[in-house]
């Protein structure tokens, strides 16, 4: 894609391959094509990891924490899993704004989670509402020990953010999707991925290995879940498109 962008004249013409296009400069059309590019710089310059949360790092771009938080604060769940721990901010995050809302817990999955890693999230002071299991998240035996930390009425929040191949991602929405109440979501992070194979740090197999395709080839299997984006609670803007490292990431469970 060639992106000029003419600030004298407020205008920006892009041409995707389909034909040059000139837009005002200022419209929601000119956002959303700057907003891309703009994540896939970001991506490669990896700003994403210049984060923390209460003293962890959290390796999520903001408006994805902010969107997270738009559905927690509107579900109220009983129990957010999320597989990928890395550093612990997500998970002491979601655990923020369990305390926040005066109800809740959080369940982290990984399948190598560094001593430094754990030593620091069991001494941070929302502890207390995090539970750590270490294992490959799709193995029956890590699953089963998940399931059963969950009781029965609860409801539950599941965010999936270890490792994104298509085949990963896939077996963690099957593995998963039993847990998700009606209502609520599973969430399969940065497919974003499909965007990056052309970025220095990107790989070609991308475009078809990623965590967006294994969402797609789900929601066509399971007609329980409904794929789509959570509407925005407010929005006093014209745009309409998250600018996010999660497109196509939310399944809600419909029935």
Sequence with gaps: MRITIDTEAATLAHDDGAGLQTLPLYSDAA???????WVKVGWDRKYSYTFTWLGRPLIQLPEDVLRIQEVIWAMQPD???ET???????????????????????????????????????????????TLIEGDSTAPAVV?????????????????????????????LEAYHPLVTPGSYLVATDGIMHDLHDTPLGRPEW????????????????????????????????????VTHWPEAFLRRVR
């Design 31 to 37: 956002f959303e094509i700057l907003s891309r590019q």
């Design 79 to 81: 129990v957010i899993i």
């Design 144 to 172: 089963q020990r998940v399931r059963r930390l969950v009781q029965p009425g609860e409801t539950v929040l599941v965010i999936l953010d270890s490792c994104h191949t298509r085949a990963h991602v896939l077996a963690e």
């Design 84 to 130: 990928g721990v890395a550093h612990g901010g997500s998970l002491i995050f979601y655990a923020s704004l369990c305390k926040a809302i005066g109800k809740g817990r959080v369940i982290g999955v990984d399948i190598e989670i560094r001593p430094p890693n754990r030593q620091a999230i069991e001494a941070h002071p929302l502890a207390g509402a995090i």
């Design 207 to 242: 475009t078809g290995d990623n965590p967006t395709v294994a969402a797609r080839e789900f929601a066509a299997r399971h007609p329980e879940f409904q794929h789509g984006p959570p509407p925005w609670p407010f929005n006093e803007s014209t745009l309409h498109q998250n």
